[in-house]
């Protein structure tokens, strides 16, 4: 399963809430919220979309001798025998839910078709001040303008 081809969206928002969740391993309050590289639209110096991030302990996320930047992502999704697309679409379902009192009702099995209609489904509902920063400009002495932000 590929998400190579989804937008690469930012909601602090959506993070802030992954954070408060359970941990996938421990099952007890997360601490941190795991950008997931494998398989998505991350890479070399591109963090992936805030949506493919799963919720962990600091111990499994990155101090623990079985933690996911110990590890690698493979080997700790083997480990813990986790299928992260699964836990994608239980974590944006409950954010909806939650955040917005939207339930989907999807009966499509495609998990990568889920996952992009509840991501859209986030967008739509998202206030346009949340999603558009505001960008300052500075101007230089030689009058030329520089991105701050």
């Known amino acids: 399963m590929e998400f190579s ?16 969740q359970n941990c996938l391993v421990l099952n007890t309050s997360a601490e941190c919220a795991h950008h997931v590289r494998l398989k998505t639209n991350g890479g ?3 963090k992936p979309s805030d949506y493919f991030c799963i919720p962990l302990t ?3 996320h990155t101090i623990g001798v079985y933690a996911l930047h110990q590890i690698g992502e493979d080997s700790f999704f ?24 939207f339930t989907s009702k999807s009966t ?12 859209a ?23 030329d303008l520089i991105k701050i932000g």
């Open 108 to 119: 499509c099995t495609d998990l990568t078709l889920v996952i992009s209609d509840l991501v």
């Open 58 to 60: 600091h111990e499994y």
């Open 5 to 20: 081809k989804h937008h690469n969206y930012r909601n602090p928002q959506y993070l802030n809430w992954l954070r408060k």
């Open 78 to 101: 083997k480990q813990f025998k986790l299928k992260v697309e699964v836990h994608f679409i239980f974590q944006l379902r409950k954010y909806l839910k939650e955040i917005y009192n």
């Open 44 to 46: 070399k110096g591109l």
């Open 121 to 143: 489904e986030i967008e739509m509902r998202r206030p346009a001040s949340d999603i558009f920063k505001k960008v300052k400009i500075k101007k230089k002495k030689n009058n």
